[in-house]
């Protein structure tokens, strides 16, 4: 099995637990067991807010659209990252040097 694959198998193998303030926790590792540190993720919303683009595909004037935010944090040297929870559905992506992209959706909020 190559690396490019591990990541994939490693982050939905993450240990991913909710402790009592209501934070997500997520630990990497490599195949060997060891952390991995300066792994990106990357929480995105599943739902984005409408947004009205009614002038030829921009807002009208005095319109304000609201974007959906994505939040990104790295693991630190023990291959642990944490993020808040959040009450609506999200996708989380892990990104490591060498390693394919690996996703994981959360949707109970």
Known sequence: MNRLVKLQILAFL???SVNVS???TFTVTNEAGEPL???MFSRYPLEAPPADLADNGYAPNGVTNQAATSLTRFTNAQGVVTFDDMDSPVKYRARAQGYVDAYLTETNG
Do not use: E
């Open 14 to 16: 993450v240990m991913a």
């Open 37 to 39: 540190p300066q792994v």
């Open 22 to 24: 209501h934070a997500l």
